[in-house]
């Protein structure tokens, strides 16, 4: 079978759509976030993304019915002719090799450039490995423009984080993003690293939305992420663990996907 | 080498033949139930599969004849002209890698794909973790027709189980099934997962039979079962082990294969 | 580059050449008799192959000279023309994953089977667990006329042994030449599995020289063979271990190559 | 995408070169030597080089800005036109797999090949397991010529190390060479094995520089050397560890990469 099977179920013409993507990752923050925006925006199907490089898995859901494991784009047109359209690509898995990394982004990449993609931000969880009250929203990206940029939106370019590099898809896409001449940003929501993080997956989106100029509702992802507090202090009071208040950096030598 | 190398023994016609699949697994159900089911129907070896992705490995025989590890499949004509022909498949082993099984079970669906099959039953153990006294057959389908159809041969579709999904062939060949055009089902007969199990093969295999309209004499499967029993038995008395008789969920994060 | 690359050193024209293959494996039994072998008889060189499929290693020579791993083919034409020629395989490694074992034995079966080969011995070691005063020599073949042939020169087929069957090579070269219509036999030297054994390797050559018809010098054999023994005894001085003499069957679950 | 991917940034014609390859391994040592050796020679970039074979991974700088992981070729004009002109080949890793190994190595060489190389030159560290006061330079190579060679310039060529050869990429460039009609030397720093190690960096660098005829200004890396001492100096006081001053040969078995 070829190794990364894109399937269109929809041929449609876009304007140099942005790429959003989210998937699995640290806290679950990227896949949270872009699996949010899509279902607020109500973005269409576009193409199911099927590979060797997932695990070789189906879902099953309470109907009893089976689904492939898989990576999904939907798009959304702009309501202003004048402005970009949206791309966004969530999903089960990344890549379970290095190699299927590799070969599963590249193909995704060559896909929305096929589709005039020149700008893509991808979204992922950053684990300080203590519990975070109010995460900030950390970045890296392609140019200094963009940096620039990014710090208007009240993103944050430590000098020390990510200290080792992002490893994983969402610092991939914007590495070989370069070489389809994409700029792009990694927008990464603060997190312990411990929990599943809504409230990562929030902070992530309020900033993403003001930079692409549309409006959702946050109550949903909120009402989940008190949810998770609620289960994260149980948590807390039988294991006494997570109440660390000092911050304290994740150790470098982490080879855990970031993104 | 090819990756996956089919040789077919005899070029036949079959009408649309339904494909079942049983292959090693949890507890052995789907192997068992295959090999079963084609001993009992007499069913004429159409091709070996031999492939990089199955281990550099060959059985020695008891007159010290070797033989290349394998996946084969079978054929029976139908007794009556307007009824399907049937293919079963069994083997030696799963693909020992994702990539592997992705590409073993897509070249098997093409090949079939090729001899008309539109309609496919994998065979597998669904690991509770416990004795089973009368193991139910579980499903999942790629339709609610065949979810429907399946509950009225009594099978089980559980809102629970399988939570983690389907890992391994007998989900995979429904998953890229579908985009063969495919319909298919997966029976997973409850097994306690400790030990090769015959009896849940028979669960498996007599909703399997009502379904395909077939009769076979399932004596010498249950004799089977009645040794493993002994078998057992006899390891619960040394060991303690395996007499829990409250029912417990298998660990979600089950990576073992299911089937 | 190519997967596996065989460089030929000199153009041949061989007489069905009969290949005789052994590389590292239990008690390296199958590397130094094949390796004995062709130094005995003063075998030229054919070819020598590289490949991704085994380490990224160089060795370093007494004189700080590098060679990258490889195996390699050498012949020896037969002293009378009716006769088979001979091509013998030898090595550093087997290909280090299962997939690179069944590109490594089928391109070179390929690369043999061009030059006519249409017989094949593997040699290899096979392990005990105990120490092995006189070893047997173990036998698999691909034909029940093999087996009797080589049950008159002494060769053992046992009803249990292999238990699990052959892993590596030694039966990956058997399993897959098959395809290539060839016959074959494996000979497998009993050893403790605890060395490496010049004795087993002397007890598999006199049987494979007898079936090919050559006379070899066995006393460098030999006495590489008592050297090993002094070895082995002070270790069991030492520890006690080895000296179990009661014989005892591997373990069935046992993965490690046989040959 | 390519399995390895080298993107040219200048066109250049370059007179025979010399290949200098240096990537991270024991003690840094080769990728530290490589380094220096560009930044005081002041080399021009040639050609990045990404792959997926090595980690899915961009480094994160100061800025915020990120670059995806990669070796580089850089290039020096000879200052006479009738001397050799220089590639130095550096980079964040060596390839993570033994298939990647071959395949960059190979493609490497292959670049290197249609410019012109015909003779190289790999650094790297050999572990000794203990503090090395004045680190030797051992050496390996292609050819006698080369050996006797490079023992005029001091470097040792010794009966017992390396014992298992050489593992990784200053190995492979010099095994994979010859199938390209290269001559090569691996110069490898004796090191602790345990730290990063500057001083043994600067012994190669001192034979290297002799052997190209090249000169470069050596303070900074001295620096360097002086505080990793003062680093191991206070870790020794702590730990007590690495203060065996009697020679002990590294372990056969170690299958780190040594370069």
New interface residues.
């Given amino acids: 079978?070829e190794d990364v099977?894109i399937?269109t179920h929809e041929t449609v013409s876009l304007k140099e759509p942005i790429l959003v993507a989210g998937l699995p990752g640290v806290g679950t923050v990227g896949k949270l976030a872009a699996d949010y925006l899509r279902e607020q925006l109500g973005t269409r199907p576009l193409a199911t993304i099927?590979?060797?490089?997932?695990?070789?898995?189906?879902?099953?859901n309470?109907?009893?019915?089976?689904?492939?494991?898989s990576n999904d784009l939907s798009y959304l047109k702009a309501k202003s002719a004048s402005d970009h359209d949206l791309l966004i690509l969530g999903g089960d898995y990344q890549?379970?090799s290095?190699?299927g990394?590799?070969?599963l982004?590249?193909?995704i990449l060559n896909y929305c450039n096929a589709l005039g993609t020149r700008e893509l931000y991808t979204l992922a969880g950053f684990a300080q490995g203590h519990v975070v009250e109010k995460p900030r929203v950390l970045?890296?990206?392609?140019?200094?423009a963009r940096?620039e940029a990014m710090k208007r939106f009240g993103v944050v370019?430590?000098?020390n984080d990510?200290g080792g590099?992002?490893?994983?898809?969402s610092?991939?896409f914007?590495?070989?993003g370069?070489?389809f001449g994409m700029e792009g940003v990694?927008l990464m929501g603060e997190t312990s690293g411990y929990f599943v993080d809504p409230r990562s997956a929030e902070a992530v989106l309020k900033v993403l939305t003001k930079v692409l100029g549309v409006q959702i509702d946050f109550s949903a992802l909120e009402a989940k992420a008190k949810e998770i507090d609620r289960i994260a202090q149980k948590i807390q009071e039988v294991t006494g663990e997570g109440r660390t208040s000092e911050p304290s950096n994740p150790s470098r030598e982490d080879v855990g996907y970031i993104g």
């Fill in positions: 079978m099977l399937r099927h590979s060797k490089f997932f695990p070789p898995q189906v879902y099953v309470e109907e009893g019915l089976i689904r492939l494991v890549g379970i290095p190699e990394q590799y070969e982004t590249e193909r970045g890296a990206a392609t140019s200094p940096v370019f430590s000098r990510p590099g992002l490893i994983g898809a610092g991939l914007l590495g070989l370069r070489t990694c």
